[in-house]
């Protein structure tokens, strides 16, 4: 129970007060008028005593009365509904009333409960359940049962203005007779039979002769002693006079709440509305209020005494539709009581007249009330002790037996009702309660409690309950009120009382006020549970403000606890509001739900939070406080719900309702939605235009789109061919300034710094937003906001900024998880500042067609804004960043305008999207500038580099047709016509090409990266221009998908821009397939250079044999027919193809599915003078045409991709030069030949056949070592294991035995057979010639070892034997590339074969001493038949 | 059987509320959520005592007109509640007792998941089928 203002000794004391009534003269009811106030309202302010009072108990002893206070009132005749027990509808009104208008101060001070981990705010008192208690307690009816509230004395009050103001007392003093005795009235209840009139005579100074007053005062205290009659002085001023003077006005806190003046009011109107009996009661009734006076002297008087009562409503049947007539008339009524209470009160007294009040009220009571009040109890005191004796029992006893007695049992018996016995008024039962009553009032707590103990054994054996809960109930209360030694609260008494009054006596009145004196007791002596449980069980469901009030206070009870209960407290704070809001009072409710709020709010009782937040948004909107009922309707939609759906529905449509009468207020500034949520930190912005990727034929460059993820491999493969462009177009260096451009800002990207947009170009921003609820939401008219801050860059700031910008902007409908893409066109450069979003948000209703859904949509629709503001990467490099939580900034929303740059758009036209391995494709590309600024700069930078080529510029090709459409008829080489009379592949044409015309100039700056200058006419391109361009492709050398990325580059012509440069992306994907593998293997020839004597030069340079295998591993049997291999050329430094060699009849080089063909081709080394001119760098191209027309390789396509390929793999070759040992060994192994395989494939595709061409390409290094075009890398890299030892680094190794043997090549050369008669000689010579060559670049010492003979045995048998003559022994030394021919004779004793490869040939280095000679690979077998001619 | 169970962390926030459907789920939490102060009071009481073998049944919170709230403190401060139909008649102390027992047992299972984090609500469908078993069937 909240703190009161009053104490409970003041609390109780006050609720049962000595009631004193008052009749009054029509002239003195004159007199107080003038105040604006009648007698007993004049009386009120001065009620309370301040001094002691003194009075003597039946056993003499002095009892102090302190602070005793006595209600005074008019009498009201009205007759009293038994009490019911059910409080009156006028009652229920004017409590209502009560407590609406008693609210808590705005701003109040509450004081902070901490329990546990909760801090709660609470207002400590609540006034309007004080309000509400006293009213309730001054509204009791009077009961027959207890005494306390009836009327110990009344006042006569005549004006002294009165002709004969004696008779007038005469006249008052029968009246109160008539009205006691009677038995016309029951309901002004009289204490006592005798009651105490007490005459008081007011004297208005301003008016009347006070002399005469004093007179006739003189005469009543003759008549009526001076103990009972007073005169009262009064309106010492006139009003008009002392206007400017300020008095205290002490009746204003008193009417104000004044309950019998609005209770006067409700009666009044009620009597309006009620209309039957009315127009009697309101003829003079209640004049206060009618402000005329009524003809009818005597008649006022019966009117203004019978004129109201609360209770009058009650016969007056009341309709439930007058209800709100009445309420409706009750506000203005009190708006009348409050203007009539700014016109103030007592105007005509001054602060004399209130001494005189005081001193009259104080007078009446120590003379008259409490001698009176002495004087009775002594008197019923001397009745019950000469009762005393016979016991109570005996005494009831006797009373049924003798049956007369003082009560016929018959109306005992009548009286019996479902609450036991009622007793006559006057009944001797009574007697001792009214005795306790008198006591009780007086404050003789002590003998009180005897008597009301004693009532209430009687009344118990009696069976009247209702008299015994009464005596109970006061009982409990004066044993409380005991000082002294007091003996220990009987709360079991209150708590029969109660359930006395509610269950057997069905007076929920009694009941009620039984509580709250119960509870309030209960609370002083800290005994909180006790008290909420007591109000916990009064709530009913009959009075909702009642129960509301009582769940308030049993809530504040579970807080005052030593344990505070919070939860208690909240949950019955939500009760009492629910009650509340039932009974009408939004104001309580809401406070209620608010004070509860505090509790729930946050601790994840999601489910009751948005109860109390659904009610408190939807009570504040009836009160009118539209934001707070926004912003606790925001807190339903913004948590994590996990109300239903249909829940979710009610509150978004309530919430979109309330938010849309809160904007038709104010319209200033746009509220931010709560809903959809913005995934902030998703917010991708794109620069540029959006792309179109197709158009007709032209398929555009992809370039990047919103519609790709982000792929952080990827982001780093653009940036480092970004990287690699920009350092190629500044002459190998990176800026330090270089940053790679990124079209598409999101969360991954970096975005420190901010972005570059150019003006004319569209910014694009996606918003990703989250739908929380469950229900569907609908976004329409979505725009972004903005700031713009005009900045120019070239010349002085002019323009306004206010149409810098143009909107345009999508529409779109929310399915969650989806995004908005917004456009933004700058028009001016500057800074612009991407600021949130503005949307409609509507809710699609649950029911209804579509065409309902579209209408009702319209209707319910907000407009508001969310703010975009997105967090930047947490840092985490410094140990202050570590340590704490610090974000990066992020400018993806706060893009630069700067100005127009060049838009470079690219089309590729037949752009294929299979190719066969090695197939050679000519595409188109198309270069369109579609800004208004020049272009230049264009460069082209590939992951695969080797995929396509532009052809070289300085070599242009007329002969290559132009036209796109003439492709298909058409080799993509260039061709010449065999000559007629040539047969194919006999001797190869030759020609000289240098590496640099096709932009490979070797140790060039950065060829081998791939990046490639795209030959522009005039290297610019105009505005609006395009170029198309061919553009040759050739097919990856392995199989499968491939994704090659290209990057061009360009700049504006412009220089000094903030961009430097721009990039546009594409990606294409081709999916190779197989077509041939193509082997090559070299071989040392062995011939004889002498056979070849038509061409001298190749004797000293020597030959090869090179073997092409060539296998059709496609597996496409159904497309692919057949491979044609249509030529073979060769590139090299120093070696070129000499002839086909091949048996004639394989001469048409047709493969088929799987089918595998072998080539043999002689090769010869290039003049030295080729090899050793300036022309060092130039490539022989040797074509051997197998077909009938020459493809010229050492051309545009062709040549470019040798070429390409060869930049690829000339990294990883042996870096010459190191004139050491091994290489000088390895050199004359090596070869360094390109094998060109050009191959033609007839292709069924769509029934038409097509022929697709291809080249192929092996490169020969090593003699003896197949080369393949396909390389078996791949598998091998499959899985590399991972080497954590620093690699050793390669031994010196010595030259292998194997390589050594390789330093001289030997050839014999005999003749094949020789006759010779052995019978005329026996000895047969034959001359022989050794040729040694040196195939090494050293000089070499050389051992011919000629002694030696073949052991073993097999030789033996086969070849005889046979010896060489001369000099066996020939030591020599060669020079490099020398041969020399050394003269042998071989001696031959038998005709027969023989085989002379036996001389062995020992080499060594001529520089490397130490080295023993190695011996020297011999030839193969070189047999000789020797036959004996007869 | 009972219509509402519930578990509170120690920091008194619900970890896992199931109610009966067919009934007003608000109500039950307005109801568990009040009989937390019970509980606090209850523990509060007995935790002087013997802090250490006390009983972590802690018997019937508190009666409402339909309802009967029975509550269960686990070492760690976790509470259970369990709301039982004032009607039911038949469910004795002990079966209630029982009833705390199996769902501590389901409980500690749920946090001897290491994927699961303690302070997370409960999804567990193990435990879930544990509390249905417990409930009343709603026909």
């Known amino acids: 129970m909240a703190q009161c203002v009053q104490s409970v000794h003041e609390f109780i004391q006050d609720s049962f007060v000595p009631m004193v009534a008052v009749l009054c ?54 007759p009293s509904v038994p009490a019911s027990g059910t409080p009156s509808l006028a009652q229920r009104l004017l409590l209502s009333e009560v407590v609406s208008t008693c609210q808590p101060a705005e701003g109040g001070v509450a004081n902070v409960i901490t329990a546990g981990d909760y801090d709660l705010n609470i207002s400590a008192t609540t006034p309007w ?23 110990l004395a009344c006042l006569l009050v005549v004006s002294s203005s009165e002709a004969v103001p004696v008779e007038k007392f005469l006249k008052l003093s029968q009246e109160q007779h008539r009205i006691q005795h009677s038995g016309e009235y029951t309901n002004p209840k009289w204490f006592i039979p005798n009651t105490l009139k007490y005459y008081v005579l007011l004297h208005d100074m301003s008016q009347g002769d006070e002399h005469r007053a004093d007179s006739v005062y003189e005469d009543m205290k003759q008549r009526y002693g001076a103990q009972g009659c007073y005169l009262l002085k009064v309106n010492s001023r006139t009003a008009a006079a002392g206007a400017d003077e300020q008095i205290p006005d002490p009746w204003s806190q008193y009417l104000h709440k004044s309950s019998l003046q609005s209770q006067d009011h409700y009666e009044e109107s009620a009597s309006v509305l009620a209309n039957n009996t009315a127009v009697e009661n309101n003829v003079g009734g209640t004049p206060e209020l009618d402000g005329h006076h009524s003809e009818e002297r005597d008649g006022s008087l019966v009117n203004s005494l019978d004129s109201t009562h609360p209770l009058q409503l009650d016969t007056s049947g009341d309709t439930p539709g007058s209800l709100d007539a009445l309420r409706a008339v009750a506000v203005e009524t009190k708006a009348g009581t409050a203007a009539a209470a700014a016109a103030s009160h007592g105007a005509c007294l001054t602060l004399n007249d209130h001494d005189r009040i005081r001193q009259f009220i104080q007078e009446f009571t120590f003379r008259g009330l409490l001698p009176h009040i002495e004087k009775n109890i002594r008197q019923l005191n001397d009745q019950l002790v000469s009762r005393k004796g016979l016991s109570r029992s005996l005494f009831s006893a006797t009373k049924k037996w003798f049956g007369g007695g003082k009560v016929p049992e018959k109306s005992i018996a009548e009286l019996k009702n479902t609450s036991g016995l009622l007793y006559p008024p006057e009944a001797p039962e009574l007697q001792i309660r009214k005795m306790a009553d008198l006591c009780f009032l007086v404050q003789h707590y002590e003998l009180a409690y005897s008597c009301y103990h004693t009532a209430k054994k009687d009344f118990l054996s009696d069976q009247a309950m209702l008299y015994a809960a009464g005596a109970l109930e006061m009982a409990a209360v004066s044993a409380f009120l005991q000082g002294g030694a007091p003996r220990p609260y009987p709360a079991h008494y209150m708590d029969t009382a109660i359930q006395t009054y509610r269950d057997v006596c069905k007076n929920m009145h009694l009941a009620e006020r039984c509580a709250l004196l119960s509870a309030e007791i209960l609370k002083s002596q800290a005994k ?11 709530t009913s469901e009959d009075c909702d403000l009642r129960s509301a009030l009582l769940l308030e206070q049993a809530a504040h009870c579970f807080i005052n606890m030593r344990n505070p209960m919070v939860r208690k407290f909240a949950f019955h704070m939500i009760l009492a509001g629910h009650r509340f809001s039932k009974a009408g009072q939004k104001r309580h409710a809401l406070r209620c739900y608010c004070q509860a709020m505090q509790v729930y709010k946050g601790k994840g009782w999601s489910l009751a939070e948005d109860h109390i937040n659904f009610t408190i948004g939807r009570q504040s909107f009836t009160l009118r406080q539209p934001e707070n009922a926004v912003s ?42 709560p809903l959809p949520y913005i995934n902030s930190s998703a917010t991708r912005v794109y620069f540029g235009h959006e792309r179109r990727l197709a158009e007709g034929e032209k398929q555009a460059a992809t370039h990047v789109s919103l519609d790709q993820e982000f792929d952080r491999d990827l982001a780093a493969m653009w940036r480092d061919l970004e990287e690699q462009v920009v350092a190629s177009a500044n002459r190998g260096v990176v800026p330090a300034t270089f940053q790679a451009t990124q079209c598409c800002l999101n969360s991954q990207t970096d975005n420190l710094r901010f972005p570059l947009a150019v003006v004319e170009e569209p910014i694009i921003v996606e918003v990703v937003f989250r739908n929380p609820l469950k229900v569907p939401l609908v976004l329409s008219d979505v ?19 206010g149409d810098a910008l143009a909107f345009s902007n999508e529409k779109e409908t929310l399915v969650p998880g989806v995004g908005a893409r917004l456009k933004l066109l700058p028009h001016q450069t500057g800074q612009l500042n991407i600021l949130g979003l503005v949307y409609n948000l509507a809710s699609t209703p649950s029911t209804g067609g579509t065409t309902v859904s579209s209408s009702a949509a319209l209707k319910s629709d907000v407009r508001g804004r969310q703010d975009l503001e997105i967090q930047g990467p947490r840092l985490n490099q410094t140990k202050e960043e570590k340590t704490s939580v610090s974000h990066g900034p992020d400018r993806r929303l706060d893009p630069t305008i700067t100005p127009p740059m060049p838009l470079l758009e690219v089309f590729f036209l037949q752009f294929p999207t299979a190719l066969l391995c090695g197939e050679i494709r000519k595409a188109y590309v198309e270069f369109c500038n579609v800004s208004g600024v020049p272009l230049c700069g264009l460069r082209v930078v590939s992951t695969h580099p080797d995929f396509f080529t532009f052809g070289s510029s300085s070599l242009a090709t007329p002969l290559t047709p132009l036209s796109p459409t003439s492709f298909e008829n058409c080799s993509a080489y260039k061709t010449l016509a065999t000559p007629p009379g040539a047969t194919p592949g006999s001797v190869a044409a030759v020609t000289l090409v240098s590496a640099g015309d096709f932009g490979l100039g070797e140790g060039g700056s950065g060829t081998s990266n791939g990046v490639a200058e795209i030959p522009l006419e005039d290297r610019v391109l105009k505005p609006g221009q395009s170029t198309q361009l061919p553009l040759w492709l050739r097919g990856p050398d392995h199989e499968g998908v491939h994704e090659i990325n290209f990057l061009f580059y360009y700049e504006s012509a412009v220089k000094g821009g903030k961009i430097s440069h721009r990039v546009l992306r594409h990606t294409v994907f081709i999916c190779a397939s197989r077509s041939l593998c193509v082997r090559a293997t070299a071989c040392r020839s ?30 496409n049997e159904a497309g692919v027919r057949e491979f044609h291999i249509a030529q073979v050329s060769s590139s090299s430094k120093q070696w070129r193809l000499h002839r086909c060699i091949n048996p004639a009849e394989d001469k048409d080089c047709k493969l088929n599915s799987r089918e595998r063909g072998k080539l043999c081709f002689r090769a010869t080394r290039c003049k030295p003078v080729q090899a050793t001119s300036a022309a060092i760098e130039k490539y022989i191209f040797a074509d051997l045409s197998l077909g009938n027309e020459q493809i010229i390789s050492s051309t545009t396509p062709c040549a470019d991709f040798f070429f390409r390929r060869l930049s690829r793999s000339q990294g990883a070759g042996p870096g010459g030069g190191a004139e050491d040992l091994t290489s000088l060994v390895r050199k004359c192994n090596e070869v360094d030949l390109d094998i060109i395989v050009l191959w033609k494939a007839f292709v069924v595709e769509d029934n038409k056949q097509v022929i697709l061409e291809g080249q192929l390409h092996v490169a020969l290094q090593t003699i003896g070592k197949e080369a393949c075009s396909l390389t078996q890398k791949e598998e091998a890299q499959e899985m590399v294991l991972l080497k954590f030892k620093p690699e050793l680094p390669p031994p010196m190794t010595r030259p292998s035995m194997e390589q050594l043997s390789h330093l001289i090549k030997t050839n014999l050369h005999y003749p094949e057979s020789y006759r010779h008669p052995f019978i005329h000689k026996s000895l047969c010579l034959v001359p022989v010639t050794l040729t040694l060559s040196n195939c090494s670049l050293a000089q070499v010492d050389v051992i ?67 080295m023993c000679e190695t011996s020297q690979q011999t030839a193969t077998p070189a047999l000789i038949i020797i036959i004996n001619d007869t | 059987m009972a219509v509402c169970i519930a578990v509170i962390a120690k920091e008194n926030y619900p970890l896992y509320i199931r109610s009966v459907p067919t009934q007003n789920e608000l109500k039950f939490h307005y109801t568990v959520h009040t009989s937390l102060d019970v509980v606090e009071e209850k523990i509060s009481a007995v935790g002087k005592a013997m802090a250490d073998q006390r009983e972590l049944y802690l018997g019937l919170l508190y009666p409402t007109e339909d309802y009967k709230v029975y509550g269960y403190v686990t070492n760690s401060k976790v509470k259970f509640v369990i709301v039982v139909d004032s009607s039911n008649t038949s469910l004795r102390d002990n079966e209630i007792r029982s009833m705390f027992r199996k769902l501590h047992n389901s409980f500690t299972d749920v946090m001897c998941n290491p994927f699961y984090n303690p302070g997370d609500t409960i999804q567990s469908k193990a435990f879930d089928g544990m509390v249905s078993a417990m409930m009343v069937q709603a026909s």
């Not at chain 1, 972004?784 to 900024?801: G, I, M």
């Not at chain 1, 030959?1103 to 597996?1115: A, C, G, H, P, R």
Request: glycine share 4%.
């Open chain 1, 783 to 801: 725009s972004l906001l903005w700031k713009f801050t005009l900045k120019d860059f070239s010349r002085p700031q002019d323009a306004a900024v």
């Open chain 1, 25 to 78: 003269s029509e002239d003195a009811e004159k007199v107080t008028r003038k105040n604006n106030l009648n007698f007993s309202e004049l009386l009120r302010p001065f009620c309370r005593l301040t001094s002691e009072g003194h009075m003597r108990d039946p056993n003499n002893q002095v009892q102090v009365v302190k602070n005793l206070r006595i209600s005074v009132n008019n009498v009201v005749t009205r």
């Open chain 1, 632 to 673: 606790a309707f925001r807190h339903i939609l913004t948590n994590e719900s996990q109300q239903a759906s249909s829940q979710q529905a009610a509150f978004l449509r309530e919430y979109l309702y309330v938010y849309k009468n809160v904007t038709g207020v104010c319209d200033v500034a746009l509220p931010q939605l």
């Open chain 1, 1086 to 1115: 062995n011939t004889l250079p002498e056979e070849e004597a038509e061409e001298e030069d190749e004797r000293r340079n020597g030959s090869m044999l090179v073997f092409v295998d060539v296998e059709n591993i496609n597996t």
């Open chain 1, 1344 to 1410: 011919i070892d000629l002694r030696h003979k073949t052991t073993s045995p097999e030789s033996l048998e086969v070849h005889g034997s046979f010896t060489w003559l001369g000099q066996t022994q020939y030591k020599l030394q060669l020079r490099a590339q020398e041969v020399m021919r050394v003269p042998l004779r071989a001696c031959f004793l038998h005709a027969g074969v023989y085989n002379l490869g036996t001389p062995r040939v020992f080499a060594k280095l001529a520089d490397q001493g130490a």
């Open chain 1, 528 to 538: 909180f549970s006790d008290a909420a449980t007591l109000l916990i069980k009064m």
């Open chain 1, 129 to 151: 359940f004080e309000a509400y208690r006293e009213t309730f307690l001054q509204s009791m009816p009077a009961a027959d049962h207890e005494f306390l509230n009836h009327y």
